[in-house]
């Protein structure tokens, strides 16, 4: 059964792992170094969580924490997926064995409630073109808007 709760500070330690299973790179490549996480344009995205702007939800497969899809609003001009003083800009991680069963697609749309609820009215994120996540976020209403560093830079609107 799939479920959802906010994300919390006291996931503090989880965000830290999902924010790691998030920068995928294509194969075969598998996770990188732990120590990415520890760069100021990687951290930037998860430390301390739980600020007034942050806007997060976890996935719970059968009451176990399966994966996070977190929005945090950043400075302009701060991380990848920068668009506005307006726009959060978007991670999401599945852990892998609840990769492929819908769940994606499912969180993905829970957090964009809940980003709406917050007040949002778009969302941004970057994707490696050739990470095949970028059909589901077509589906849940992002569109390409550049290119950023070979990443796609894509928003949807929220209103």
């Known amino acids: 059964m799939l479920d959802f709760r906010p994300l919390t500070p006291a996931d503090q330690p989880q ?4 924010l790691h299973v998030a920068l995928w790179d294509p194969p075969p490549a598998g996770l990188r170094p732990i120590e990415v996480l520890q760069a100021p344009a990687v951290r930037i995205y998860a430390e301390d969580w739980g600020r007034p702007t942050d806007v997060g ?12 899809c977190w929005m945090r609003l950043l400075p302009v001009g701060v991380g990848m997926a920068s668009v506005d003083a307006r726009t959060p800009q978007l ?22 409630r809940a980003a709406r609820q917050a007040g949002y009215a778009s969302v941004s994120l970057t994707v490696h073109p050739q990470n095949p996540a970028i059909r589901l976020y077509e ?21």
């Open 15 to 18: 965000l830290w792992h999902w």
């Open 57 to 68: 939800v976890v996935a719970q497969v059968d009451g176990a924490d399966a994966g996070a």
């Open 139 to 159: 589906a849940c209403g992002f569109r390409k808007r550049e290119v950023r560093n070979t990443y796609h830079l894509m928003v949807a609107q929220l209103d």
């Open 91 to 112: 991670g999401i991680a599945l852990l892998p064995q609840y990769q492929h069963q819908g769940h994606g697609r499912a969180l993905m749309q829970a957090a964009l």
